[in-house]
């Protein structure tokens, strides 16, 4: 399979930004990710968001991954308590699932809604 994820975070953005893409790379292969983009808080008032999109291919199940993923949220100690939109130290969403035959398994409709997902994605796509 492979996967595209969106990561943001706008606490010690930086730091958690390359913690994820470091755990990330123990699950993936064939590696890559887009450049950084500073977004404006969406839905809230808050510090500016660093967002990117990360490529990998894994022989793993969306739901595992899935599950692999919030490990490495609550690791850089996301609060699950906080509202929907509130500052957060890192966010990472499957944005797209593709399977060996080329076909779209899963798209998040995120891609369409935020520029935040939809321009880092094009960089890689």
Not at 9 to 28: Q, V, Y
Not at 47 to 73: M, P, Q
């Amino acid at each position: 399979m492979r996967y595209y994820l969106s990561l943001g975070s706008n606490i010690k953005p930086r730091k958690n930004i390359r913690f994820a893409e470091n755990e990330l790379k123990k699950i993936f292969k064939n590696w890559r990710t887009s450049s950084l983009h500073q977004t404006k808080a969406e839905g809230f008032e808050g510090d500016d968001f660093l967002n990117s999109v990360v490529f990998g291919e894994a022989d793993i199940s969306f739901d595992d991954l899935n599950k692999k993923l919030k490990s490495i949220e609550d690791a850089a100690e996301r609060n699950r308590k906080n509202p929907k939109f509130s500052s957060r130290t890192l966010d990472i969403e499957i944005v797209l699932q593709i399977d060996e035959n080329d076909e779209i398994i899963f798209e998040s409709d995120e891609i369409e809604k935020y520029s935040f997902v939809s321009m880092p994605l094009k960089e890689l796509l």
